[in-house]
């Protein structure tokens, strides 16, 4: 099945920094990828739709200037948490989109801002 | 109304059981629909995706889905303590995008 990365799997950084999430499809390309944020007990909820070669669709209510995404390749998209803050702790799920009906997602990155 | 609905439990049933989650959502045209499975503190986990009107069969899990009645359930037979997870229900909309939209998800616990 196709299988989807994320690094790294855990990071901890302190207020004000910048944080850069990678998600890459190993065994296919994904001209869609999407990014998840989720809160603990709480469902995934969308941020972005990420398109190789051109600019991320974010959801309603989804800061872009601080939620950074490059889709350069058709297998890496990245997220990069800009100036972030305890609020932004949470855990990050990327998916790709295999090009028929499935969706397949990454193990999640958990974010934690001190 | 939220677009994807579903219980959050947790249900809970006995090892051997047919565990029955349900899911309705609220957009007519919705064209697809999913169920992953999410263990504690991991990502979600595709289990199958239904797109006609029945059922559909894979292993012990079989996808029903009625779209008159916007419903989506999901049965899991024979069930074991390693099916306990958070079961999510995901809409792909009629809009194109290939965007889902989850529900909450069910909380199962399946006890020894």
């Known amino acids: 099945g196709a299988v989807v990365s994320q690094h790294p799997s855990w990071v ?17 390309q994904a001209t869609t990828m999407f990014w998840y944020r989720q809160f603990p007990k709480q469902s995934l909820m969308l941020m972005a739709t990420s398109n190789e070669g051109s600019k ?5 209510g989804v800061e872009k200037d601080k939620f950074l995404i490059n889709h350069a390749s ?21 998916s790709a989109y295999e090009g028929t009906e499935t969706q397949y997602f990454g193990p999640g990155t958990r974010l934690l801002v001190l | 109304q ?5 219980n959050s439990g947790p249900l809970s049933v ?13 957009d007519r045209g919705s ?8 263990y504690s503190g991991k990502s979600p986990e595709l289990i199958m995706f239904i797109y006609s009107n029945g059922d559909k069969e894979d292993g012990r899990f079989t996808a ?11 049965l899991i037979r024979d069930s074991q303590p390693s099916d306990s997870a958070t079961y999510l229900c995901a809409v792909k909309g009629a809009g194109g995008g290939n965007k889902l ?8 616990k399946v006890e020894l």
């Open chain 1, 12 to 28: 901890i950084c302190k207020s004000g920094t910048s944080v850069k999430i990678e998600c890459r499809s190993l065994d296919f």
């Open chain 1, 56 to 60: 991320a669709t974010y959801e309603q």
């Open chain 1, 74 to 94: 058709l297998t890496l998209s990245t997220l990069t948490v800009t100036s972030a803050h305890p609020e932004d702790s949470s855990f990050y799920i990327c």
């Open chain 2, 2 to 6: 939220k677009e994807v609905e579903q």
């Open chain 2, 14 to 26: 006995p090892e051997g059981a047919i565990a029955s989650l349900n899911c309705t959502y609220s």
């Open chain 2, 31 to 38: 064209q697809s629909f999913f169920w992953y499975r999410q």
């Open chain 2, 64 to 74: 029903q889905l009625n779209k008159a009645s916007q419903y989506v359930s999901l």
């Open chain 2, 101 to 108: 939209t989850f529900g909450t998800g069910t909380q199962l």
